[in-house]
């Protein structure tokens, strides 16, 4: 069984930083891709960012481009978004999801096959 566990999230200042933490269990990072959803209140679920191992590719939606960054440790099956210079636009609850690949779904920010139980970021301004 799948399972897809966030945490990292909180309150930060506009400006700051954070890291969320996807900690994956019953898959393996070489054949999935991971990503970053968020979703606002009153606004629809935003593909972040991805990653996936088994082609070396990462994406980055255009409003997080040079200050988000993603990345994944296989030892603890954990992919990690550092989150910097972070803006109010950026509040969301925040979902890490995952697709086996070739992740037609992840790679397009339309969905995927399993997802976590979200992280709520909230950035101050």
């Known amino acids: 069984e799948v399972q897809l566990v966030e945490s990292g999230g909180g309150l930060v200042q506009a400006g700051g930083s954070l890291r969320l933490s996807c900690s994956a269990s019953g898959l393996t990072l070489d054949n999935y891709a991971i990503a970053w959803f968020r979703q606002a209140p009153g606004k629809e679920r935003e593909g972040v960012s991805y990653i996936s191992r088994f082609d070396q590719t990462t994406y980055y939606t255009n409003s997080v481009e040079g200050r988000f960054t993603i990345a994944s440790d296989d030892a603890k099956n954990t992919v990690y978004l550092q989150m910097s210079n972070v803006k109010p636009e950026d509040t969301a609850v925040y979902y890490c999801?995952?697709?086996?690949?070739?992740?037609?779904?992840?790679?397009?920010?339309?969905?995927?096959?399993?997802w976590g139980q979200g992280t709520q970021v909230t950035v101050s301004s």
């Open positions: 999801a995952a697709e086996i690949r070739p992740a037609p779904r992840i790679r397009t920010q339309k969905g995927a096959d399993y």
